[in-house]
Every structure is written in structure tokens, then in C-alpha cells.
T-cell receptor, first 114, second 112 residues
Framework: DVKVTQSSRYLVKRTGEKVFLECVQD?????MFWYRQDPGLGLRLIYF???????EKGDIPEGYSVSREKKERFSLILESASTNQTSMYLC?????????????FGNGTRLTVT | GEDVEQSLFLSVREGDSSVINCTYT??????LYWYKQEPGAGLQLLTY?????DMKQDQRLTVLLNKKDKHLSLRIADTQTGDSAIYFC????????????FGKGTKLSVIP
């Protein structure tokens, strides 16, 4: 079974802090994704990566950056956290097979910025 | 557009069948997926269907696809309280894409 592990289930940070959200997958997936989930808005793609050191902006990249130094690890960085970044953050990974590439999700990190 | 539409809420009695509906817009989508999210957890892949199929059955789950109307449904037979969750449908974002477009999710409540 694919395992996608997010390092924290809950985080509380102060406005202006630099925040790192970590995600590790154990299935040698090339593709990794970061989403945020908000009530009434569903899942919105922040960034994704299809290879080490590669990254692509998703639908809402503003205020975020990412790092993919190793294939199994994809980090989401909030350079200066703001209250509107309070959300549930979901990491996912998938194979590069472009015909059938279901995403496998971690359990999420609920971030509160005060 | 790339919207995937779902109704937000569904309430059923335990033992009844649940039908969760979804409409999508991208006719070039090759695969369509159903995910389940339990409270406080991530999304779990439930099932998927290839776009050249019109039905797929997996135990209590039946997926129906009407490609002409771009309509996808998930039927859960003999719904149990453990089926209470949010259900998301998702489509591939164009042929050959590994990105998915998700609906906003349908919250299924099962009444004992």
C-alpha cells in the first residue's frame, strides 16, 4: 500500500512566521502535490512537482513556495504566514503513468495561524 | 471550463442505498475517480472508471458513467453508519494529464 506521511497533524503558528510542512511518500512516485482544503471551496492545488527539483504552480501559489530535493520528499513553505492561510493542507503523490494516475493522499495537516 | 459539480449534502437511512451524483465538463478525461474523506483524515481512493466503460461494480459500490451527458454517479448499497463521510469525484485534467480536477465534495450523513 502507498503511504504518504505528513509530519504534523496539527500546527499552530503566529502571523509572520516561516512555516514548513513536510510530506514523504514511500512508493517512488515521481509526482507530488500540495492542496489546501477549505469549507465550501473544496480542494485547491497550490503547487505540484513531477520530478526532483522540478516544480509547477497550481491554481493558488501566492504566498507559498515548495522544495523537492529528494524524490520521496516534498515540502510546502509559507514564507510569512498569514491568518488567511489557516486551512487543512493535503499532500498527495502519484505515478507518472498519464493514463491512470490516481492520487494517494496523506492524512492532512491542519494549520492555524493566529 | 473545468468545473466538476456535486451536490453538497445527502442524507440516507441506514440500510438504504445512497446515490451521489457528479457532472464534469472535460470530455477528454480518460479516468474518473471517487474518493472518500472521513472526518479529520485525508482522501482515500474508493474506485475509478475508465471513460470507455459505462459501469463498474466493486462489492457495495457501483459506478455509472454517462459520457454523453458527462454524468458520473456512485451508488452505495446497504449504506452503513461507517459510510458517513465526504465523497469527492475527480476527473483527469485533459487527456494524458496526471492532474485531477476535484468536485467540492458531497457530505453523506447516514441516519441510524
Amino acid at each position: 500500500d502507498v503511504k504518504v506521511t505528513q509530519s504534523s497533524r496539527y500546527l499552530v503558528k503566529r502571523t509572520g512566521e516561516k512555516v514548513f510542512l513536510e510530506c514523504v511518500q514511500d512508493m517512488d512516485h515521481e509526482n507530488m502535490f500540495w492542496y489546501r482544503q477549505d469549507p465550501g471551496l473544496g480542494l485547491r492545488l497550490i503547487y505540484f512537482s513531477y520530478d526532483v527539483k522540478m516544480k509547477e504552480k497550481g491554481d493558488i501559489p501566492e504566498g507559498y513556495s515548495v522544495s523537492r530535493e529528494k524524490k520521496e520528499r516534498f515540502s510546502l513553505i509559507l514564507e510569512s504566514a498569514s491568518t488567511n492561510q489557516t486551512s487543512m493542507y493535503l499532500c498527495a503523490s502519484s505515478f507518472p503513468d498519464r493514463d491512470n494516475s490516481p492520487l494517494h493522499f496523506g492524512n492532512g495537516t491542519r494549520l492555524t495561524v493566529t | 471550463g473545468e468545473d466538476v459539480e456535486q451536490s453538497l449534502f445527502l442524507s440516507v437511512r441506514e440500510g438504504d442505498s445512497s446515490v451521489i451524483n457528479c457532472t464534469y465538463t472535460d470530455s477528454s478525461s480518460t479516468y474518473l475517480y471517487w474518493y472518500k474523506q472521513e472526518p479529520g483524515a485525508g482522501l482515500q481512493l474508493l474506485t475509478y472508471i475508465f471513460s470507455n466503460m459505462d459501469m463498474k461494480q466493486d462489492q457495495r459500490l457501483t459506478v455509472l458513467l454517462n459520457k454523453k451527458d458527462k454524468h458520473l454517479s456512485l451508488r452505495i448499497a446497504d449504506t452503513q453508519t461507517g459510510d458517513s463521510a465526504i465523497y469527492f469525484c475527480a476527473e483527469t485534467k485533459g487527456a494524458g494529464s496526471y492532474q485531477l480536477t476535484f468536485g467540492k465534495g458531497t457530505k453523506l450523513s447516514v441516519i441510524p
